[in-house]
């Protein structure tokens, strides 16, 4: 499977400000999530981020405070906007080559705001 | 909407013993089932997963699940524990049809006891 890497694989930032995560593949893969993994809970589907268009958003996140970009087949990056500590989470990355295929996870971003 | 329960917050075996992971879920026809393992500090590894034919599936590192419709459950296995098996695990399902979006349970934190 890709090899998935995350930066930066943790931060601790000051409430009310921005830090953009940041997600490589050492493979075109054509599919690229961003999950959050509140602190002793289950993942939560952010949004998937599609190549050269706007994300596609849950329920429950919005674009202004969760900006992704997709540039190409293998990088994409998360905003975490305006911070505050309840963004402290963990974030992940994960991949799948196609709609009928897994999903593989990076080790994600443990992000702790003050 | 589909969902994914994990009845087993927490679960303690001894090192050599049997494991059962429950998971139940609740969707409409038969999905694709997964089953994650986080240790800690890491992000999550896919152990084994279920698309469909048989229904017994075997995965990395010893693991095996069963599907079963009637039950709407798939359980992880292991014949024999070893410590380096304590972590968290996560079942998830998807639907067959339509886009890649996983929903997770909330997870069974595995001790094992030496």
């Known amino acids: 499977s890709a090899v998935i890497s995350q930066k930066p694989s943790r931060d601790i930032c000051q409430r009310g400000t921005s830090l953009t995560i940041q997600c490589q593949v050492d493979s075109q893969v054509t599919m690229m999530f961003w999950y959050r993994q509140q602190p002793g809970q289950s993942l939560t589907l952010i949004a998937t981020a599609n190549q050269g268009s706007e994300a596609t958003y849950e329920s429950g996140f919005v674009i202004d405070k969760f900006p992704i970009s997709r540039p190409n087949l293998t990088f994409s990056t998360l905003t975490v906007s305006n911070m505050s500590p309840e963004d402290s989470s963990i974030y992940l990355c994960?991949?799948?080559?196609?709609?009928?295929?897994?999903?593989?996870f990076g080790d994600g971003t443990r992000l702790s705001i003050l | 909407a589909q969902s994914v329960t994990q009845p087993d917050i927490h679960i303690t075996v001894s090192e050599g013993a049997s494991l059962e992971l429950r998971c139940n879920y609740s969707y409409g026809a038969t999905p694709y089932l997964f089953w994650y393992v986080q240790s800690p500090g890491q992000g999550l590894q896919l152990l084994l997963k279920?698309?469909?034919?048989?229904?017994l599936v075997q995965g990395i590192k010893g693991f095996e699940a069963e599907f079963k419709r009637s039950q709407s459950s798939f359980n992880l296995r292991k014949p024999s524990v070893h410590w380096s098996d304590a972590a968290e695990y996560f079942c998830?399902?998807?639907?067959?049809?339509?886009?890649?979006?996983?929903?997770f349970g909330t997870g069974t934190q595995l001790k094992v006891e030496l």
């Open positions: 994960s991949v799948a080559q196609g709609l009928n295929q897994p999903q593989h």
């Open positions: 998830a399902v998807r639907a067959a049809g339509g886009g890649n979006k996983l929903t």
């Open positions: 279920y698309f469909s034919g048989d229904t």
